[in-house]
């Protein structure tokens, strides 16, 4: 699978970005979806994901701000980012697992195989 991610950009403290990740070679609907970003000298973290079956779990320091969702039609995973802070500002990127799975959560890099090139999140204060 290939991972396309876009909408990355600057944007005020209290704004909202809209991520796109789209997917080719294989259909999102089948695994699982992560969001994850990387802050300048941090590790990478995970922020959201989407199951297989649609339903999303988040990353405390983001929950009621973001909202990930998947568009099966279009192959195409978003993150839907509002009430943006200085330090939501990162590289954002997409991941699939294509693994087997039998859990209910993955939230570590190792959990997913595929990934996007990232997208740069800029929040101004």
């Known amino acids: 699978v290939q991972l396309q991610a876009s909408g990355g950009g600057l944007v005020q403290a209290g704004g909202s970005l809209r991520l796109s990740c789209a997917a080719s070679?294989?259909?999102?609907?089948?695994?699982?979806m992560g969001w994850f970003r990387q802050a300048p000298g941090k590790e990478r973290e995970f922020v959201a994901a989407?199951?297989?079956?649609?339903?999303?779990y988040y990353a405390d320091s983001v929950k009621g701000r973001f909202t990930v969702s998947r568009d099966n039609a279009k192959n195409t995973v978003y993150l839907q980012m509002s009430s943006l802070k200085p330090e939501d500002t990162a590289i954002y990127y997409c991941?699939?697992?294509?693994?087997?799975?039998?859990?209910?959560?993955?939230?570590?890099?190792?959990?997913?195989?595929?990934w996007g090139q990232g997208t740069l999140v800029t929040v101004s204060s």
């Open positions: 989407v199951r297989p079956g649609g339903s999303t």
């Open positions: 070679g294989r259909a999102l609907s089948s695994y699982f």
């Open positions: 991941a699939q697992r294509g693994s087997p799975y039998d859990a209910t959560y993955y939230r570590t890099v190792h959990d997913f195989d595929s």
